[in-house]
């Protein structure tokens, strides 16, 4: 027998012809034994089934203990699963499959659900061609399942995050025909129908060539990129500012597989900032505004006094001249005090366009404009304002909106110190290695921890509803940024302490 | 006149003091001046309470209703106050606490103060 097994053979068919009855049997013995496969064999007249060992030990059963009946099978099936069972053996033995396979859990006897797979075939037909028999093999396959079922889930997860993902992001293949795509990207970039998946993408990436078609490349080559806004204007002039983001993704066994884009228009978002922006202005604005009438109001206040001692004294005998000149001389010094109040709002307030080109400015000079504007409305409020720069410190960046900033942080700081006995707001300059710092401090109640974090985010305000947008501080260190500068609250209490820094001003630089 | 009325001039803006105080010593007036509440009560201490204290409402460190009643918490000789008012009015009440003489709303030139003074009885 030895011999036959390992002669050489024309087949397997061959092979298994040439055995003698008994070791066919123990070839099949052993080739079920390594398949894991229990077989039963059901008599459909009398639903007398036929277990073989290796079909109870599947279930932890002991071959002698289990009744030969089909009541011993179908009483162990998931109640949830029988009906399944059921309806595919009919469909077979009813002649509609080649063979009956159903996948249903049972109860091992240690109490746990085993996932069988049941397959089966008649085997053998009355004088009628009835069908009277059927057999058939159980497979554990409950490790295989599991695992099947927890990659659907993960699966449906992913795509669900996907599908729900605010954003449009795609994932592509190497040919950049999509895997995955979110329903934002879908509806986006108008990709219908039902098999988009495996479709090539050109359709959108096509139209954003010009701005993808490097990104892409790169990609592919294992290069990541991105922009956060870029303006992209097509042939009719229309600008559309898209924000967008390029990433090769990795299979398991670490090649590129593809890319992930990100890509979105963030027209209206820009256009509701620059909005924003310009609203904020007017607000800024608006404040100066009532510091300037204030501040106006003093030095005309001190002309009409000056006038009316002028006028009385001229009907005096005799008339005091060096009375009448020291009186004009208060009245020039009132008006020139006007005039610089004026000229500082010009200064501070002349057009913020994003045309202006960034100059140089001197710290001293900018900070005496500020001083002009807010400390009549620090006066207004009985808070201290004191303002200190060191001579000769310039910085560069768009003066009307770094002026803007500096009031933005000035007037929040009089109105978190305002109501309190010893209020003070200071505005200082000073130098540091890499830069230049521009500080506003107050000794307010402070900014909790939980604040701190958040104070920058548009729309986020501590003060009564009325009182402030709370777009000021988010779009401050959006101007900030246009400077090439950096907007930071840099100590929460005792003081608190914004700080806009400036990098270092190249030398020959104007 | 014996001699001549004491006025007291407290103004935070240099320029109002110089343009009133000439205008109040041209008239006869026996003028000195202090830049804020808690100034004005250095020179009180010095130089004595003058018979009128003339003072703005809003100033830095001291404001006026704060000057006006560290003067009036003082057991010595009580000035007349006259309060000069910018935006912001004080309510009847405060002018009783504070007992003013009067109140003056800014724009104000010398001549009304000086008539108020004079309707006032002088010294």
């Known amino acids: ?510 | 006149m014996s001699r001549p009325i004491r006025v007291l001039l407290v103004d935070d803006e240099a320029l109002i003091l110089r343009a009133l105080g000439r205008y109040l010593r041209r008239a006869g007036f026996e003028v000195s001046t202090a830049h804020n509440g808690a100034a004005a009560l250095d020179v009180v201490g010095a130089a004595g309470t003058p018979d009128w204290v003339i003072t703005d409402v809003r100033m830095p460190v001291m404001d006026g209703p704060a000057l006006v009643r560290a003067l009036r918490g003082d057991t010595g000789p009580q000035p007349h106050i006259l309060m000069i008012t910018g935006h912001s009015a004080l309510s009847d009440a405060e002018v009783g606490d504070l007992a003013l003489a009067g109140m003056l709303q800014k724009p104000i030139d010398g001549r009304r103060i000086v008539d108020f003074i004079q309707g006032h009885g002088g010294a």
């Open chain 1, 1 to 510: 027998m030895t011999d036959r097994i390992t002669a050489p053979a024309s087949g397997i068919r061959a092979f298994l012809d040439s055995l003698s009855r008994d070791a066919l049997a123990a070839r099949l013995e052993l080739a079920l034994e390594g398949a894991r496969l229990g077989i039963w064999d059901w008599d459909l007249r009398d639903d007398s089934v036929q277990f073989d060992r290796r079909w109870c030990e599947m279930l932890g059963l002991r071959h002698e203990e289990v009744r030969q009946s089909l009541e011993s099978w179908s009483s162990r099936v998931h109640p949830d699963d029988i009906d399944g069972c059921y309806r595919d053996i009919q469909a077979h033995i009813a002649g509609e499959t080649d063979y009956y396979e159903n996948v249903h859990r049972m109860r091992h006897a240690d109490g746990t659900w085993r996932y069988i797979l049941d397959r089966g075939r008649v085997s053998g037909h009355d004088d009628d061609g009835k069908p009277i028999r059927m057999t058939g093999t159980h497979l554990d396959v409950t490790a295989f399942e599991e695992a099947k079922r927890a990659l659907a889930d993960k699966r449906a997860q992913m795509v669900q995050l996907v599908r729900y993902l605010p954003t449009p992001v795609a994932m592509l293949d190497r040919e950049l025909k999509y895997i995955e795509a979110s329903g934002r990207w879908l509806v986006e970039f108008g990709v219908g129908g039902r098999d988009w998946r495996g479709r090539a993408c050109t359709q959108v990436l096509g139209r954003y060539d010009a701005v993808l078609g490097d990104a892409l490349r790169h990609a592919l080559d294992g290069r990541p990129s991105h922009c956060d806004e870029q303006p992209v204007t097509d042939g009719d002039g229309v600008t559309t500012w898209l924000r967008w983001r390029v990433h090769p993704w990795r299979t398991a066994a670490g090649a590129i597989g593809g890319v992930t884009v990100h890509l979105e228009d963030i027209t209206a978002d820009v256009e509701v900032r620059s909005k924003a922006i310009a609203e904020a202005r007017l607000a800024a604005l608006g404040i100066m505004a009532g510091g300037i009438a204030h501040e106006i109001n003093s030095p005309l206040h001190v002309m009409m006094i000056e006038q009316g001692f002028i006028r009385e004294e001229l009907d005096r005998t005799p008339v005091d001249v060096d009375e009448i000149r020291a009186s004009l001389a208060t009245a020039d010094d009132a008006l020139r005090q006007a005039r610089g109040i004026v000229r500082s709002m010009r200064a501070l307030l002349r057009s913020g366009r994003h045309g202006d080109v960034p100059t140089c400015m001197e710290v001293s000079a900018l900070f005496a404009d500020i001083a002009s504007l807010c400390s009549a409305m620090a006066r207004a409020l009985c808070v201290q304002f004191s303002v200190q720069s060191p001579d000769g410190l310039t910085v560069r960046g768009h003066r009307p909106q770094v002026g803007q900033i500096l009031v933005n942080l000035v007037v929040n700081a009089l109105d978190a110190v305002s109501g309190q006995e010893d209020g003070a707001v200071r505005l200082c300059a000073e130098e540091a290695p890499d830069g230049v710092l521009l500080k506003v401090l107050d000794n307010g109640p402070g900014i909790s921890e939980a604040d701190a974090e958040r104070v920058m985010e548009p729309f986020f305000t501590t003060k009564p509803v009325g009182k402030g947008t709370g777009l000021g501080l988010s779009i401050s260190r959006t101007l900030a940024e246009r400077s090439g500068a950096v907007l930071a609250l840099t100590r929460r209490a005792e003081p608190t302490e914004f700080t806009l820094s400036f990098p270092r001003v190249e030398a020959g630089a104007s």
